[in-house]
Each structure stands twice: as structure tokens, then as C-alpha cells.
């Protein structure tokens, strides 16, 4: 039997940027993205913890968690997954003693407030300073998995691993982690940046594919708007069909133009569904 897809989408998309970076915790109007989503079509948001909305971010407070649940029940957007670029801000693989302890009490934290807020999973981004270069890192890495993974459990709140790595690099790394709560996200955009083939990925660790990030970049350069970079989409879907991939898919395209936000998430979404009508598992 076909499965729905189901498109959510990355917090901060959904409102101009209030920073110079492209994704950041929206601390003025992360209100307004519940509404917004659900105008666009989409049935999730996948939110943000950093460091720029730290102090405001409701997820850390009772009661900031109870009014993302009103909201997300009023709107028909739920918040399944969490994104701690937090955790890349801090970089564990660079860290001494006491940062590498500072990391995983935070990872501690956030599983807690992830289980509280109803979360399935956390995605952990082992990219760009935060990324994974070398074995020495890697046992950084897996050292401080193990740590957390028995609080984890406890929250059955699932990891996903976003790394940088090569499929049989990243596949190597997930061997040491085997636990099921240990899981891969995929990204679209960056496996094109770094001229990874979709299906020597899924040939690699498909199997462990938990979570899926959507966006279009060029070999080597920035994200582009879907279709004008060197994303194989099309491929990307077969594969997740293949290895019967069943998760939602989270929108993490280039931006488009500010105040118009609903429409260009509208388009993406879309964009996607079109792309992957042919698709069995979604058609």
C-alpha cells in the first residue's frame, strides 16, 4: 500500500531572517510559523535550538512547550523532530575535556526537553566546524553517543547522525553505533555539494536512514532553489522507496524573498510532490 508523503519544514522558513544566517531561531515570530505552515500545506516543522535563540526558545520552559502544543493542535502542524545546531555552534571533535562534558550535558538536556515537547527524534549536525575529519574525532563522536544513549532510550527519543562523511566512511561510523535509536538524517543539498551519488549512499546505509533533509545545492557551493543545483531528487526518492522509508521530509530549501515566505514553501512543497509523483511508495 502507497504512503502518504508527508513535506514538513524547517523552522525559520517560514518568516524573514532576522540574523545574516540563513536558519536561525525565529525569537520574534515563531509564533506565526504554526499558521503559516499549515497555509503552505504542510503538516510539520521541524525546530531550531541554537545558540542566537537561546534564551527565548520555548521548548526550554514548561510552559513555552504547553503553548507549542496549543498551537501546533490549533494549526494541524505538529513538531516531530529537533534540530540542535546548538551542538554544532560547540563543536564536540574541537572541544577540550570540559567543552566535550558541556556538550553532552547538553545533549542530555535537550533529550529531556525533546521527549517533554513530544519529539521523535534530535538531529545532531556533524558538519562544517562540527564535522567529523578524522578517527580521532570519530571516537570523540561515538564516545559521547554511548553516554547519552541510555538517557535516550529512557525518552525513546531517537539521534540522527548529519554528517559530512562518504557512504562507506558514515557507514563505518554507524556500524559503531548499532543501537536503533542511532539513525542516519539525509540531506539532499549537502550529499550534492560534496558530490556524493545518491545511490552509493543508500547502498551503503540506507537501512539506517531515519530522517531526510530537502534542498538543491551546486557541486561544491551554496543551497540554490530546487531544480537549478545538482540534487538528484529523483533518485533520492526511488531510493527511500527501496529501503522503505516511511518518515516525513523536511523542507530546507534556499530562502526566497522576505514577507513571501508561504508562497515560495507552497512552491517547494509542490516542487517535491511533483518530482516524486512517480515514485510508488508516494504516488
Known amino acids: 500500500m502507497s ?4 513535506l514538513g519544514i524547517m523552522q525559520g522558513r517560514l518568516v524573514p531572517p532576522e540574523t545574516d544566517f540563513v536558519q536561525t531561531f525565529p525569537r520574534a515570530r515563531w509564533r506565526e510559523e504554526f499558521p503559516r505552515a499549515e497555509a503552505a500545506g504542510l503538516c510539520a516543522i521541524e525546530w531550531i535550538y541554537d545558540s542566537y535563540g537561546e534564551d527565548a526558545n520555548p521548548l526550554a520552559s514548561d510552559e513555552g512547550v504547553a503553548e507549542m502544543a496549543a498551537l501546533a493542535r490549533r494549526y494541524g502542524v505538529s513538531v516531530r523532530s529537533l534540530c540542535a545546531d546548538w551542538l554544532m ?10 567543552g566535550r562534558a558541556a556538550w553532552v550535558e547538553r545533549l542530555h538536556w535537550l533529550v529531556a526537553r525533546a521527549s517533554l515537547a513530544g519529539m521523535g527524534r534530535i538531529v545532531l549536525p556533524f558538519v562544517d566546524a562540527a564535522a567529523i575529519r578524522d578517527e580521532r574525532d570519530e571516537l570523540a563522536v561515538v ?4 553516554t547519552v544513549l541510555p538517557a535516550a532510550e529512557a525518552a525513546r527519543e531517537e539521534l540522527h547522525l548529519e554528517t559530512a562523511l562518504g557512504p562507506e566512511a558514515f557507514a563505518a561510523l554507524l556500524a559503531r553505533l548499532p543501537h536503533p535509536l542511532v539513525r ?15 545511490r552509493e549512499e543508500f547502498a551503503a546505509y540506507g537501512d539506517r536512514v531515519g530522517s531526510v533533509h530537502v534542498k538543491d545545492r ?6 540554490v532553489p530546487l531544480g537549478t543545483g545538482d540534487a538528484d531528487l529523483v533518485a533520492v526518492g526511488e531510493c527511500l522507496r527501496e529501503v522503505g522509508y516511511r518518515g516525513d ?8 524573498a522576505p514577507e513571501g ?15 516524486w509523483r512517480e515514485v510508488p511508495a508516494w504516488s
Open 3 to 6: 504512503a502518504p508523503l508527508l
Open 89 to 98: 555552534e560547540h563543536p564536540l571533535v574541537t572541544a577540550d575535556a570540559d
Open 143 to 146: 564516545d559521547a553517543l554511548l
Open 184 to 198: 542516519a538524517n539525509y540531506d539532499t543539498g549537502n550529499s550534492a555539494a560534496l558530490g556524493y551519488a545518491p
Open 218 to 223: 551546486r557541486r561544491g557551493g551554496g543551497t
Open 249 to 256: 521530509v523536511v523542507l530546507q530549501v534556499a530562502r526566497g
Open 261 to 275: 515566505e508561504v508562497a515560495w514553501a507552497a512552491h517547494n512543497r509542490t516542487t517535491v510532490e511533483r518530482l
